[in-house]
């Protein structure tokens, strides 16, 4: 058996991609595995996300190399895949989750709160802006473009003052940046799935699905999952200000979820108790009471 993983081309693909191979040849030796980079429409431009359609332009041709039988597999960042998916497609497998926090890179080390007034922090994620601006009113966002290490450039070179990435990403990377500061969950909520790597497949090739199960972590599945849908109940998107996140303790599972105003100014927020037998209930309430408290317009505002 042969399996084919589209994926992007930049070195945090490539790498993920890689991993994903390596886990699939140590579960079964007789799978061949063989990568198939390729360049989609949002590496092609510079252009703003929200101005080329979201970080769905990235996930888009991959998905057409499954339906065009290029290759059986996609592998994502998760948290860039939207929480809605076409109904010929299917999320297959997760992994142990990474970090699912972000971090702020700067040049000596500053905290969120010590940075100067009217500093400028790099970021394109209206999640990140929103929760900054609640923080920091008086803080400057740009948006940002580019792969990891072109964003470190940029901020060496003084386009501005700090840069916010999600931690997972410098790790698998191997980065090493002295002059960083990891935001806590209370500063800087993850958007949902963050730290995930996901397989993606065609929904209907049963064959495939039974060896990607065998790699898969279903508690992770579970957890990531969960939080999809809660964006997905909210009719999110990856240019909605929604920020969530669960994670098990002593046997629980802790929910924390925000929604915010584009601009910051205004937010959701509530932290619930579930366990696996009842999150999907919890989930749906969770977001049916966020909706009742204007939630999905917040959003747009």
Known sequence: MKIRIATRKSKL???????????????????????????????????????????????????????????????????????????????????????????????DGTSLKSMQKNSTIGTSSPRRRAQIKILRPDLNTCAVRGNIATRIKKLNEGDFDGLIVAKAAIERLNLSFVNSYELSYQ??????????????CISSNENLIKV??????????????????????????????????????????????????????????????SNFNTIDQDIKNLSGEFISNGADKLILS
């Open 212 to 273: 990607l199960n065998s790699i898969n972590s279903k508690k992770d599945m579970v957890l990531a999952e969960a939080e999809r849908n809660f964006v997905a109940q909210l009719n999110g998107s990856c240019l909605s200000p929604i920020a969530i996140y669960c994670r098990e303790e002593s046997g629980q599972i802790l929910i924390t979820a925000k929604v915010l105003s584009q601009n910051g100014d205004k937010q959701i927020f509530k932290e619930i108790i």
């Open 187 to 200: 500063e800087m909520l993850p958007s949902a799935s963050q730290g995930y790597i996901g397989i993606e």
């Open 13 to 107: 693909a490539l790498f993920q991609a890689e991993y994903v191979a390596n886990k699939i040849k140590q579960q079964n030796q007789e799978i061949e595995v063989e990568l198939i980079p390729m360049s989609s429409e949002g590496d092609l431009t510079d252009k703003p996300l929200h101005q080329i359609g979201g970080k769905g332009l990235f996930i888009k041709t991959l998905e057409s190399a499954l339906l065009e039988n290029t290759a059986d597999i996609a592998v994502h960042s998760l948290k860039d895949v939207p929480a809605k998916l076409d109904q010929s497609f299917k999320i297959i497998s997760v992994f142990k989750r990474a970090s699912a926090s972000d971090i702020l890179l700067t040049k």
